[in-house]
């Protein structure tokens, strides 16, 4: 049964059996919050496309309903693929990609068929679909409109010749609907799949998911030439990620009862056992988002509601626990669990080398763990390249190891974001011995990469799964993300002060920043020991007798089931 499944997640959505991947169509009507995805009701691997529906009260506790929308007609037969609802009227009205029978991508209209059912189980395809037949691309998010009453459709297309795009098509009546243009493209891929186009404090972030990652970018919608205009970097670029690890295909939508846009990725399995298990894919954990002071940077952090998922009787609370300068883990007391949340807030000096973090789903000798953990630098340890230009190392393929150090570039297109690493791989010749310049004459490379702020300190925070299976097939590489600290928010006496918030769920890890929001990162675990639940920390690299790690707090919840 599922709660005999260990890896199973207990407070992630997901359908009671078999496959799920992206989230579609997520809104908000008359009291409740519906949630539907891409499914396949009859099997544990993607095919067949149906859409699966839930509802909940607070997008946290889900209720499973029946199939929404499923692959009936000549226009959708070969699958109903991902779209949006917006709400027409106040009426929720979907919009979905179907796949014909002769396997064209065609957009498609449902509504509900009572709007009185307040669980809106039945939806009725218009008589008019096909809507729009061309071009042939797919994913279309929710549509808004301008100031005359007009409405605006973007979804996802793309060709090698024009990269990826999302197109863009207008409409008096919401039924009747004309192409104009792309609304933005690049070529950093060529096609992007489950556009998403949205407000945030008076600006507009187009998101699109490509090279099976979700990026962001935040801009203008020009209103004479109808087309998105990015204000800083564009989409595409490695430092715009909304999760720097298992996130695609994500959706937002504006929850009108917490006032904020809200937005959820699919999370697939990421080892080889997912069909036997009978059930595969899950969406993350929803979050708000919001825009960094400057309003440069987008921002995400779990959405409050989440807290309502403590089981408050095992609450367990510890502060001002001061690291020794090197341990190799040390078990946490008296606490355990694979479905917890943690919220803990370290201290620590960065005039120095660091890495120090956090075990979870550990075995109590630490043979089976997953490290969460802080990686800084020295001031005298410097990369090169902030000698040479100040540029950010925002992605490290391999923290632990030197064999991986290679731009994230492309031979002959563009080069997208140069990999810089640490003075540890420098001094390992990793530039040399991969035989690629340090800086790349052609300018494009270096567009999307951050200068480093005078006083500001960047960290890594990682998720390390060496030890966390076995199975060779399960994944096993690092997550990281960068996070520049500020002096002015985050520094105190010559200390730093960074806090995480991680929820584990059996086999899926989420790990946030969520003062500043500047870091989320997803990740699957499969440990095979069943004692595989207890929480350690640990110093990799030691700190000093003058510069001590400590934990100012630490509090540990389980979490109830979302599932009644
Ligand atoms: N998944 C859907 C497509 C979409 C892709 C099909 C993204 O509509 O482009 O299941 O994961």
């Known amino acids: 049964s599922q709660a005999d499944d260990p890896l199973r997640p207990q407070y992630h959505m997901m359908p ?3 496959w799920l991947n992206d989230p579609n169509g997520p809104v908000y009507y008359n009291g ?3 949630m539907f995805f891409q499914h396949n009701p009859n099997a544990a691997v993607w095919g067949d496309m149906h859409w699966g529906h839930c509802y909940s009260e607070d997008m946290v506790h889900w209720i499973h309903l029946p199939v929404a929308i499923a692959p009936d007609q000549p226009y959708d037969k070969n699958g109903i693929f991902t779209g949006s609802t917006t709400l027409v009227d106040g009426i929720p009205v979907i919009i979905y990609t179907g796949i014909t029978e002769t396997n064209e991508q065609v957009q ?48 996802g297309f793309g060709t090698d010749e024009l990269g990826g795009q999302a197109v863009l098509f207008t409409s008096k009546d919401f039924s009747n609907w004309t192409y104009l243009h792309p609304i933005h493209s690049n070529h950093y891929d060529n096609f992007w799949e489950c556009p998403d186009i949205f407000n945030v404090s008076n600006r507009i972030v187009l998101k699109a998911s490509l090279r099976g990652q979700d990026f962001w970018a935040i801009g203008d919608f020009d209103p004479t030439n109808l087309i998105f205009v990015p204000v800083g970097n564009d989409l595409g ?21 917490n006032d904020q846009q809200v937005i959820m990725g699919w999370t697939a399995e990421d080892d080889n056992q997912g069909e036997q298990r009978g059930w595969q894919g899950l969406h993350t954990l929803p979050r708000a988002i ?9 921002r995400t952090r779990p959405i409050e509601a989440l807290q309502s998922l403590r089981n408050e009787k095992t609450h367990r609370h510890f502060q001002n626990v001061i690291l ?35 075990s979870v789903l550990s075995t109590s000798d630490g043979s089976q763990q997953t490290n969460i953990g802080i990686i800084t630098q020295r001031n005298t340890s410097v990369m090169m390249n902030w000698d040479l230009a100040g540029w950010d190392y925002f992605s490290v393929p391999n923290i632990h190891q030197w064999s991986d150090c290679q731009p994230v570039c492309d031979q002959d297109t563009k080069c997208q974001a140069w990999t810089f690493v640490t003075d540890r791989q420098i001094n390992n010749n990793c530039f040399l011995k991969s035989g690629i310049p340090l800086l790349n004459s052609n300018a494009a490379c270096v567009s999307g990469v951050k200068q480093k702020g005078l006083d ?14 076995t199975n060779p097939a399960a994944a096993h590489s690092p997550l990281h993300g960068t996070i520049w600290m500020e002096p002015s928010s985050s520094l105190l006496n010559g200390q730093w002060f960074l806090g995480l918030n991680i ?8 790990v946030f920043e969520p003062k500043g929001g500047r870091v989320a990162i997803t990740a699957r675990v499969y440990p095979e020991k069943e004692n595989a639940k207890y929480l350690g920390v640990y110093v990799h690299e030691a700190s000093t007798d003058e510069n001590k790690i400590i934990i100012n707090t630490l509090d540990i919840w389980t979490l109830n089931t979302i599932w009644t």
């Not at 190799?328 to 973090?357: A, C, K, R, T, Y």
Request: glycine share 4%.
């Open 456 to 469: 500001q300190q960047p960290v890594w925070i990682y998720i390390d799964r060496t030890l966390s299976q």
């Open 32 to 34: 409740y919050y519906h």
């Open 290 to 298: 919001f825009l960094s002071d400057d309003g440069l940077q987008l």
């Open 324 to 358: 020794p300068t090197v341990i190799p883990f040390v078990l946490v007391p008296d606490v355990s669990g694979n479905q917890i949340e943690i919220i803990i807030n370290w201290q620590f000096s960065m005039n120095q080398n660091l890495d120090f973090g956090m």
């Open 503 to 510: 929820f584990i769920d059996h086999s899926i890890i989420e």
């Open 16 to 18: 009671p059996k078999n």
């Open 237 to 257: 670029e490695y430092t715009q990620l909304i999760d720097q690890g298992k996130f695609y295909a994500s959706k937002s939508f504006y929850d009108p009862l």
């Open 108 to 155: 498609c209209q449902a509504r509900p068929a009572n709007l009185s059912d307040p669980t809106l189980t039945s939806w009725i395809k218009s008589p008019l679909n096909p809507i729009i037949t061309h071009p042939n691309g797919r994913d279309p998010a929710t549509a808004f409109e301008d100031d005359y009453n007009n409405y605006y459709l973007i979804y």
